[in-house]
């Protein structure tokens, strides 16, 4: 899994997350989608919480900031719901931790891993403000792990994750950053 394990997590969940784009396009464990192609809020899905009246969060992160051989604002938090009833995985019933911002990796740094990771939880997570879809605050250097760990989450019952690179939609987006 492209060293998604140990950068990330540290064992391979045992189940995927279905992720879609507009125009039907699927996230596929390593499939290059674009900035343009991901830019909009996905539709996210998993079975196998059916009849089950448990919680899920769901992160979204990137560990390749600036470049993925020199990562040192891993993580970069791209979305963040908690919350979301279990028994149908749709990120609008959750509390938005982080508002969704699409992929925007630097021109010239190459392909960036973009990871959803689902856990499911054992308790309601209490948890504000919400960081906006226009600021950076709060989005540099998350920890996956550390957030589980801080919320008794324990490893991500699911996984997939698509990789991008730079395009010319990146500076577009990086224009509605106010802070």
Same mark, same amino acid.
């Given at each position: ?9 540290? *064992?391979?969940? %045992? ?6 784009? *507009? ?16 830019? +909009? ?16 969060? =769901? =992160?979204?992160?990137?560990?390749? *900031? ?13 979305? *963040? ?26 021109? $010239?740094?190459? =392909? ?39 919320? $008794?989450? $324990?490893?991500?019952?699911? %996984? ?6 730079? +395009? ?12």
């Amino acid at each position: 899994m492209d060293d998604i394990v140990p950068d990330v997590v540290d *064992a391979v969940p %045992a189940g995927t997350v279905q992720v879609t784009y *507009a125009d039907d396009l699927e996230v596929k464990q390593g499939n290059e989608l674009t900035p343009t192609q991901v830019k +909009d809020v996905p539709n996210v899905s998993w079975s196998g919480l059916e009849g089950k009246s448990n919680l899920v969060t =769901l =992160l979204m992160v990137d560990p390749d *900031a600036p470049t993925r051989q020199d990562p040192k604002y891993r993580e970069i938090l791209h979305w *963040a719901v908690v919350n979301i009833p279990g028994s149908n995985i749709n990120p609008s019933e959750g509390y938005p931790l982080a508002a969704y911002v699409g992929s925007g990796p630097p021109e $010239g740094t190459g =392909l960036h891993r973009y990871i959803f990771l689902l856990y499911q939880q054992e308790n309601k997570i209490d948890e504000t403000p919400t960081i906006s879809n226009t600021t950076r605050a709060g989005r540099l250097n998350f920890n996956a792990r550390d957030f589980a760990t801080k919320h $008794g989450l $324990g490893e991500p019952i699911a %996984a997939n994750y698509y990789q991008a690179q730079y +395009d010319d939609f990146v500076p577009i987006r990086n224009k509605t950053f106010t802070g």
